[in-house]
């Protein structure tokens, strides 16, 4: 058996105990050939917290092996989806019990506040295992007529087996749940390579996954480095599908091996540098909260942070005023401080990074109207900060940084709205019914949000996070009265 550390909380006068070995067939377990551990810090005292064993590419192949066995006997075609929905559901529920000591510990490693963490990412994650719950004795096909004398076809939604999921640090429980519960509705079993920045909860998460009753080799949870770990499982021959979220570079490096391999199916969810647009008509004071909730929630670390605003010329000074006001409202600091709104930064590297964007947006031209200088404090935060006179060359992104361009018309508006090469969300607010239809329909991303920014619900489709993902549908063609004469007369 592996080991247990037990992590104290200084401002809660605890510890929390997590298990620190690789976790597959129901078991914590060390790694079969490497000594190696991953380090994990707490971001807001940027000390090390604990020390989890690192998975290795023979790693993954037992928890590969582990998933494929299960999905072969217990899971799979071979458990009822009244069964599945049963156990995804009591998994809900023991989140729902520990979810306090679950944010706590989200917040030790990840930084961001308590109460974040425990009524916006773990109650979501509770909702979505349910919603998918719902969805697991429901999974239908369809009768298609053929010839109705003599024969029938239907399909069926048959799992597609052995799923490899890559998760990010920036929502570690939330982006655990958004992959796990499609995946487990459907009868998939799950090899989970957590960010090696935040392995903590998911291993804490594996704990109930016991509890719960899940089959050993159901769900199997692999802390590894990402080239390690998150490589091996996209050159896997017997991984059928990867589910990942993170940056662009690292989704190109996984649909190149998935297609060099056995041509897995690839879900990727990768953002960056979402706009929204404040036309003349909009509810400014509503415009500026939206807008301050875009670039300012989990600390602007978002897939689809809203870090490009642009502002119709006759409204714009007066924006600008409502906007700084409205984000000088932030607190940034520790997740145990109950005032805070937003914590550190997740690391040094994403600290360094981000400063380089500041840096370089002040040296490109752009006026820095809030924020914009570093503490002389220990951990890695970063104070919201505001450039305006921005233009489209310019590097500023990620992390609680703003960039506010203007425009004249509403063309021109969605032209800088679409030059980027991301597309995962977007924004307009403007009290014009037919233009918000109109330009929600003529901007190019997957998620476009009216009058609000940043808020998603379970029931709607977001960034490949559908029970769909997780099946393959087989055509059956069935002869019920047709004779064939052989050879055939033509």
């Excluded at 592996?2 to 929390?16: D, G, Q």
């Excluded at 719960?212 to 590894?224: D, K, R």
């Excluded at 989704?251 to 060099?260: D, V």
Aim: glycine residues 8%.
């Amino acid at each position: 058996m592996s080991s247990t550390v037990k992590i104290p909380v200084p401002a809660l006068n605890k510890e929390i105990s997590v298990s620190t070995g690789l976790f597959i067939n129901n078991e914590f377990v060390p790694s079969v050939d490497s000594a190696e551990v991953i380090q994990c810090f707490n971001p807001a005292t940027e000390q090390v917290i604990a020390s989890v064993v690192a998975g290795s590419s023979k790693d993954i192949d037992v928890a590969v092996a582990a998933a494929r066995l299960a999905f072969k006997t217990t899971w799979g075609k071979n458990v009822t989806g009244w069964e599945r929905s049963r156990l995804m559901n009591k998994l809900a529920d023991l989140i729902e019990r520990d979810k306090q000591e679950l944010a706590e510990l989200e917040t030790l490693n990840n930084g961001k506040p308590v109460a974040v963490a425990r009524d916006f990412d773990i109650g979501d994650s509770i909702q979505c295992l349910r919603y998918y719950a719902g969805w697991a004795d429901k999974i239908t096909g369809q009768t298609i007529e053929v010839d109705n004398k003599s024969k029938m076809a239907f399909t069926r939604h048959e799992p597609i087996g052995v799923c490899g999921q890559i998760i990010p640090w920036n929502y570690p429980i939330n982006m655990w749940a958004w992959k796990v519960a499609p995946a487990l509705a459907v009868g998939c079993t799950i090899v989970m390579k957590p960010s090696e920045i935040t392995p903590l909860t998911a291993l804490k998460l594996s704990e109930l996954v016991v509890e719960a009753g899940f089959p050993p080799g159901v769900i199997n949870t692999v802390p590894s480095l990402g080239s390690v770990g998150g490589a091996a499982l996209a050159a896997h021959n017997d991984v059928d599908k990867i589910a990942f979220t993170g940056s662009t570079i690292t989704g190109r490096k996984i649909m190149e091996a998935a297609a060099k391999s056995n041509l897995k199916k690839v879900s990727l969810e990768l953002g960056g540098k979402s706009p929204q647009l404040i036309f003349e008509s909009a509810d400014l004071q509503q415009a500026a909260a939206w807008a301050a909730l875009g670039i300012c929630y989990n600390t602007g670390q978002d897939c689809t942070a809203g870090s490009r605003v642009y502002v119709q010329d006759s409204v714009y000074d007066k924006f600008i005023d409502v906007l700084v006001s409205t984000v000088k409202e932030t607190v940034i600091g520790d997740g145990f401080d109950n005032n805070t709104g937003g914590g550190p930064l997740i690391s040094k590297a994403q600290f360094d990074r981000v400063w380089g964007y500041i840096d370089a947006g002040k040296a490109e031209g752009a006026k820095v109207v809030l924020g914009g200088e570093r503490r002389n404090t220990k951990g890695y935060f970063v104070d919201p900060t505001i450039f305006t006179d921005v233009d489209s060359s310019m590097k500023i992104i990620f992390g609680p940084v703003l960039s506010i361009g203007r425009f004249k018309t509403e063309e021109e508006a969605v032209a800088l709205a679409n030059n980027t090469t991301y597309g995962l969300g977007a924004g307009l607010h403007s009290t014009d019914a037919s233009q918000c239809m109109r330009v929600s329909g003529l901007l190019e991303a997957g998620t476009v949000w009216v009058n609000q920014y940043n808020i998603l619900s379970n029931n709607v489709p977001f960034g490949g996070k559908s029970n769909q993902e997780y099946t393959s549908v087989k055509a059956v063609h069935w002869n019920i009265g047709e004779k064939l004469q052989w050879p055939l007369s033509l």
